[in-house]
């Protein structure tokens, strides 16, 4: 291979990147351009954007009650079963808070 076939390699690779790069950064205009048209758009229908984000927080709300009905259920139930085995020290402190519960509930101050 001469000097001359390498410096016309060289000058394609230089060619093609370029093209490369314009193309990317037109696609990139033009993600840009649409993000900024859907915002536009999401603007001008006030009643849209209000419904969406009225789902939102709604969708939001129920995943965290169901989440923490989920969470609670399981610390419940590591509860009773550690209740259940007998501890010395995990029974009488669950025994402390059956006893803090019944006071509040029958209305006595701790």
Same mark, same amino acid.
């Given at each position: 291979?001469?000097?001359?076939?390498?410096?016309?390699? +060289?000058?394609?690779?230089?060619?093609?990147?370029?093209?490369?790069?314009?193309? /990317?950064?037109?696609? *990139?205009?033009q993600m840009?351009? *649409?993000?900024?048209?859907?915002? #536009?758009?999401? /603007?001008?229908?006030?009643?849209? +954007?209000?419904?969406?984000?009225? +789902?939102?927080?709604?969708?939001?709300? #129920?995943?965290?009650? #169901?989440?923490? *009905?989920?969470?609670?259920? *399981?610390? /419940?139930?590591?509860?009773? #079963?550690?209740?259940?085995?007998?501890?010395?020290?995990?029974?009488?402190?669950?025994?402390?808070?059956?006893?803090?519960v019944q006071?509040? +509930?029958?209305?006595?101050?701790?």
């Amino acid at each position: 291979m001469t000097t001359t076939e390498n410096h016309e390699d +060289l000058n394609g690779v230089r060619h093609s990147l370029d093209a490369l790069e314009k193309r /990317l950064e037109t696609l *990139t205009a033009q993600m840009e351009r *649409t993000q900024i048209a859907d915002y #536009v758009q999401l /603007l001008n229908r006030p009643f849209s +954007l209000f419904w969406r984000n009225a +789902l939102g927080g709604l969708s939001r709300g #129920v995943g965290i009650a #169901v989440g923490f *009905t989920i969470f609670a259920s *399981t610390i /419940l139930y590591l509860l009773q #079963v550690l209740g259940a085995l007998n501890l010395p020290i995990i029974g009488d402190y669950i025994a402390d808070i059956v006893r803090i519960v019944q006071h509040q +509930l029958e209305g006595k101050t701790y």
